[in-house]
């Protein structure tokens, strides 16, 4: 009894006891497995980016389309539909070559704006007698780039550099191929002779190149180890072995360069666009000088009223922004003119520049010439709406691309430049009311002649006189015309030099069908906007002899000295402009002669272009 009664008594608590020490061990456990396993789920599912290396090609990608965002903001102004249509029309021609054999491919695109102070685009490269000059040095991949990225690629190939530490890039190159060779060499027992040989020389480049980073840096020996190398590396190719792995390694590279190029292409472009339509801070310094001046001296009192308003005087027009692109415009026409008396230049601008404009050109004399400064702003409001840009336009520039398949199924293109006039062309009646005759010119041109026979021209019915480009048709750029009735074999005109007939401006309503046409493209969504100005003057150009005018100064380095010598008026039309340090240095002497290198003001903003 008392020994059952004992047992009876103790089990309990030893019972209590253990399941207490159980209770404690478990917990201890779990507190060591719980952390443990969240650890490892915290691993396994959310992979930080410390652990998961980031592959470099996503690296370039990223950076590759920031690059391609701002190449959009400061690219194309053209609808978004129109865009789209241009890149499905890209796709469908390199897809299908069955389809392209039957009827060629065309795209037009607009080029990235110019002027700093402007939103839209204002010109690029154009002109069909500067391109005939350049079609027989320009191959075929200097074409395809030029359809992408405009004249970037004709400027980064006539300033193309040499390559800077060519002999370390060889080393790189050798030592990666090297490298994906070895592996699948050391697999075969009969080449360990070779694998020993390119181990020993992957081992001496490294080493090279862990303390040399620049050509200076190499050792003397340096071309004996890299012929030793590649060497090596021809007799690697010529053993038979599973190249799976060479395979892989050496797409690897190729993949990896080819992103890095388009990178740096994307990127080389952007700035190539940034650079050009960035006011130099030479120029922006001289607009602020004469702006400033303008208010502090108020004994400039030169202007000729009566003159502006008199019919029977040859009136000149130049919408510009630029002080010294306009100035180079008057001085060169008035330099070249049998009687500069009769010669009345306006200079249309917006409010932002009007006051530097105003005080610079009642300081300067341009022989017996007059020169009139106009406030364009306060015109505008009367005739633009909310579907056209409240603001002063400069002409308005497009790149033409036919893409297709020639006889010998090889794929060709052609590139052609057109510039046309922009919405505030056509608030020129109501500006100048009591003119009926002017003539317009763009602020990127030198004149080399006089213009005086331009007065006696009889134009017939034709509104407009204009240097036509026929090698661009109507029905070429019907995908950007909409749905608007035209006749597809007019031919495509360009601004520059323009004589146009103010009166039967005003009988025909040109700007009232202007307005028209702008409204129902921007409405229907349809077509483009900026090529209204093809539609609105069909049939009413009139042909100017082609010696008349020599345009691509701005893009196209293949021009004889004959043909600009010729030329009464030279078009800087083009990105590479003579006043930006992108323009081309040859071109540049024609324009420069015209700007006085001894004005003060010129001196010192340091406007050296």
Same mark, same amino acid.
């Given at each position: 009894m008392k020994g059952g009664g004992g047992g009876g008594g103790v089990g309990p608590g030893k019972r209590r006891w253990r399941f207490l020490a159980v209770g404690v061990l478990f917990l201890v456990v779990l507190s060591m497995l719980v952390p443990l396993v969240f650890l490892l789920g915290l691993h396994n599912g959310f992979h930080s980016a410390g652990f998961v290396p980031r592959p470099h090609t996503t690296?370039?990608?990223?950076?590759?389309? !920031?690059?391609?965002?701002?190449?959009?903001?400061?690219?194309?102004?053209?609808?978004?539909?129109i865009l789209k249509h241009y890149v499905n029309e890209a796709k469908n021609e390199t897809s299908s070559a069955n389809?392209?054999?039957?009827?060629?491919?065309?795209?037009?695109?607009?080029v990235p704006p110019q002027v700093v102070l402007q939103p839209l685009s204002k010109r690029n490269i154009s002109g069909d007698g500067g391109k005939a000059g350049m079609k027989g040095g320009i191959n075929e991949g200097l074409r395809l780039c030029e359809l992408q990225y405009g004249s970037y690629c004709i400027w980064h190939e006539e300033n193309r550099e040499d390559m800077k530490d060519s002999m370390v890039k060889?080393?790189?190159?050798?030592l990666f191929v090297a490298r994906a060779y070895y592996p699948s060499v050391a697999k075969i027992p009969a080449q360990n002779m070779l694998t020993r040989d390119l181990r020993q020389n992957i081992q001496e480049l490294e080493r090279v190149l862990s303390e040399s980073t620049t050509d200076a840096d190499l050792p003397p020996e340096i071309q004996k180890k890299s012929e030793r190398m590649e060497a090596t590396i021809a007799k690697s190719k010529s053993v038979t072995m599973d190249c799976h792995n060479v395979d892989k390694k050496l797409r690897q590279i190729f993949d990896l360069t080819e992103d890095e190029a388009n990178f740096h292409m994307k990127q080389s472009a952007f700035l190539y666009q940034l650079a050009v339509q960035t006011m130099p801070k030479s120029q922006h310094c001289l607009s602020m000088r004469l702006t400033v001046e303008y208010f502090r001296d108020d004994s400039f009192d030169q202007e000729l009223p009566v003159k502006y308003s008199d019919p029977t005087l040859?009136?000149?027009?130049?919408?510009?922004?630029?002080?010294?692109?306009?100035?180079?415009?008057?001085?060169?026409?008035?330099? !070249?003119a049998r009687d500069s008396m009769n010669q009345v230049f306006h200079v249309l601008t917006n409010g932002q520049n009007y006051y530097a404009m105003k005080h610079w050109f009642l300081g300067n004399t341009f022989k017996?010439?007059?020169?009139?400064?106009?406030?364009?702003?306060?015109?505008i409001p009367d005739y633009y709406d909310k579907t056209t840009?409240? !603001?002063?336009?400069?002409?308005?520039e497009f790149r033409v691309s036919f893409h297709g398949i020639n006889n010998a199924s090889a794929m060709h293109s052609r590139t052609q430049y057109i510039s046309i006039f922009s919405h505030s062309h056509y608030l020129l009646p109501e500006i100048f009311k009591n003119l009926e005759k002017v003539v317009v010119l763009d602020d990127d041109i030198v004149v080399q002649q006089d213009l005086s026979t331009l007065w006696s021209l009889n134009m017939g019915q034709k509104v407009m006189g204009a240097i036509q480009i026929c090698s661009v048709r109507l029905g070429q750029v019907r995908s950007y015309l909409g749905e608007s009735s035209f006749h597809k074999n007019s031919c495509t005109w360009m601004s520059g030099l323009n004589v146009i007939d103010l009166a039967r401006w005003r009988k025909l309503g040109i700007s009232e069908t202007y307005w028209k046409l702008v409204k129902e493209q921007v409405s229907k969504k349809e077509g483009s906007a900026a090529l209204a100005s093809l539609l609105t003057f069909q049939d009413l150009i009139y042909a100017l002899d082609n010696d008349w005018v020599l345009s691509g100064l701005g893009h196209d380095y293949g021009l004889s000295t004959q043909s600009i010598k010729k030329a009464a008026v030279l078009h800087y039309n083009g990105n590479m402009k003579p006043w930006l340090e992108l323009g081309i240095p040859k071109y540049?002497?024609?324009?420069?002669?015209?700007?006085?290198?001894?004005?003060?003001?010129?001196?010192?903003c340091n406007v050296n272009p």
């Open positions: 690296t370039s990608g990223d950076r590759s389309n !920031h690059v391609d965002n701002l190449v959009r903001k400061l690219g194309p102004t053209l609808p978004k539909d389809a392209t054999r039957k009827s060629q491919k065309k795209k037009g695109t607009p060889k080393l790189k190159d050798q040859q009136h000149y027009v130049i919408f510009s922004t630029n002080v010294i692109a306009s100035t180079v415009v008057i001085n060169s026409t008035v330099m !070249h017996d010439a007059v020169v009139e400064v106009l406030n364009i702003d306060p015109f840009p409240s !603001h002063l336009n400069l002409p308005t540049k002497v024609y324009w420069i002669k015209f700007l006085n290198p001894e004005n003060q003001f010129l001196n010192e």
